[in-house]
């Protein structure tokens, strides 16, 4: 069974920082890649950056590529999301997810396990 819970979100202001973290509660962690999705209200939920079960392999939506960065702690069994610049239309709910691969795609229909998210609110 597969359990991931996420911290970290917050309300910040635009231009300033935030970093989430995903604890996930699972056998092989290291086998399988992670990504990070967001959805804001009235929006559908969009792929924001995944990474390969190394770490060697990342990528991001075009929208937070520069801004955002995605990396991995094996033995802790953790997932990180850096985010800088943040801006207004970043606020949405962000949830990390496990990938059914040892990579990570950028659909949902790659990952099979969600954590319930955290909020990240971006006052301008």
């Known amino acids: 069974q597969v359990q991931l819970v996420e911290s970290g979100g917050g309300l910040v202001e635009a231009g300033g920082s935030l970093r989430l973290s995903c604890a996930a509660s699972?056998?092989?962690?290291?086998?399988?890649?992670m990504g990070w999705f967001r959805q804001a209200p009235g929006k559908e939920r969009e792929f924001v950056a995944g990474?390969?079960?190394?770490?060697?392999?990342?990528s991001y939506a075009d929208s937070v590529k520069g801004r955002f960065t995605i990396s991995r702690d094996n033995a802790k069994k953790t997932v990180y999301l850096q985010m800088n610049s943040l801006k207004s239309e970043d606020t949405a709910v962000y949830h990390c997810?496990?990938?059914?691969?040892?990579?990570?795609?950028?659909?949902?229909?790659?990952?099979?396990?969600w954590g319930q998210g955290t909020q990240v609110t971006v006052s301008s």
């Open positions: 997810a496990k990938s059914i691969l040892p990579i990570a795609g950028t659909g949902s229909a790659d990952f099979d396990s």
């Open positions: 699972m056998r092989s962690f290291g086998l399988f890649g």
């Open positions: 990474i390969s079960r190394t770490g060697g392999s990342t």
